[in-house]
């Protein structure tokens, strides 16, 4: 009998695997370079429809994409810049929510215009990027997860953007997995399971997630051969699904970023992963390269996130806590709970992770 696999089942059963979402928590939206001035763009977020837009002052907004007259989604209306006019019987809503004309009302028939309205979300643009904040107050909200070390630095940037069909919980245990490395990404620009050894990393807590401190590269990759003792690499993760990472050279930041994962529903996930590096005058002959190759190196994940999907269609729960190559995942569910819990009893979060050494072949 495996008890091992029993005992972790149960367990992610308890952390509530595979359902729900995450609360009171921002997610990525869509790069900032997507929405122009005057333009507004419909995506389905955690479940909800959302029309994002900017206005004609260049401020991004974030609004429940239903006309509450009839569930027409406002986004087949037209937008002005300033208010959006839905396309079944002209009402008009401004970029808070709120209706500013119903346009079929004759000049003695009056209504409180004000009280209607569709839901508006918190929205905040961050290093390129809009977010839309998922939750029911509107006050002392969390930081937006972002890409670190970028404090007083002059950047370029791009975004990789990827669908996974599965639900969010199961795409960011792949996120924080180390021990797949070597197996999904076996490429002649990577590594093989042929080099796997042994690591030993120390990770620590740190905000709504972990960091794991700054380490060199392997000494039998490129990047070491040419520059090694001089580059660090510190990767970290952040609720609600955020994996960032952070490389320097003589202390000085060179690379960093930040990949966030996006549940559109229960069993759908949006992953975009966006590069940041502050190598001046170089955005023309880099960006190609970092496209290609990022694009390529996650649609590995992809790949195996289209053959996990056969599996967890068939609702059982596969076994994920293995110590130590899986304790990351396994703290991912611990950060949900306490996170979900925290919010819904109104008091502060407690970082469930402690510092830790972890060791795993790869």
Known sequence: ?????SKATAELRVLGAGHGFVSNMWY??????KLKRGTTLAKTMLGEPILLGRDADGTAFAMRDICPHQAVPLS??????????????????NTAGECTEIPALCSDQKMNLCAIKTKLYPCREVLGSVWVFFGDSSENL????QAPGLDGY???KTTTNLHLPNHVDYNVVALVDTAHVPYVHNAWWWRSSRSAREKRKTFVPKGTGWNMLKHTPPADSIMFKLIGKFIETEIGFRLPGCRIEHISFNGRTILSGITALTPIDEENTELNHTTYWTIPYVAPLITPFINYFVKAFLSQDQSIAIKQQKYLKTKSQPIMMISDSGTTGGWYFLLKREWNEATAQGRAFVNPIKETILRWRT
């Not at 087949?76 to 809503?93: M, N, P, T, V, Y």
Request: net charge negative; proline share 8%; glycine share 12%.
């Open 142 to 145: 969390p930081e937006v997860p």
């Open 76 to 93: 087949d209306g037209h937008f002005d810049g300033r208010e959006i006019a839905c396309c079944f019987h002209g009402w008009k809503f």
């Open 154 to 156: 002059v950047y370029d």
């Open 28 to 33: 990525f939206a869509v790069p900032a370079s």
């Open 1 to 5: 009998m495996n008890t091992t696999g």
